[in-house]
Nanobody, 121 residues
Framework: QLQASGGGLVQAGGSLRLSCAASGLTSSNIVMAWFRQAPGKEREFVAAISRSGNTRSADSVRGRFAISRDNPKNTVYLRMNSLKPEDTAVYSC?????????????????WGQGTQVTVSS
């Protein structure tokens, strides 16, 4: 089970931090990721992190967003800086039983509920 939190309304240029707490995942290798979906658009990959700390992020957020995780707490974070109106979307966390990061949504077996992020101009 994945529980996401931290969304909200922020002005352009502002920051937010999303959190996603995982429970009930028994694998020792779990990749955790964030995806987002804006109204009328397809879901897109945002960032992912392996248990060892390897990360990958989308070109559209690189340099502004940072993914991190606290393994003892089974929690992944997404720090979002310099937010833009085009970052407005429902952000969902996901987890996959694998060692290496992937951007493919199909590889993620576990999904949490989304949290809304709205960036006003």
């Amino acid at each position: 089970q994945l529980q996401a939190s931290g969304g909200g309304l922020v002005q352009a240029g502002g920051s937010l931090r999303l959190s996603c707490a995982a429970s009930g995942l028994t694998s020792s290798n779990i990749v955790m990721a964030w995806f987002r979906q804006a109204p009328g658009k397809e879901r897109e990959f945002v960032a992912a992190i392996s248990r060892s700390g390897n990360t990958r992020s989308a070109d559209s957020v690189r340099g502004r967003f940072a993914i991190s995780r606290d393994n003892p707490k089974n929690t992944v974070y997404l720090r979002m800086n310099s937010l833009k109106p085009e970052d407005t979307a429902v952000y969902s966390c996901a987890a996959a039983d694998r060692a290496s990061v992937t951007t493919s949504a199909g590889a993620y077996r576990y999904w949490g509920q989304g949290t809304q992020v709205t960036v006003s101009s």
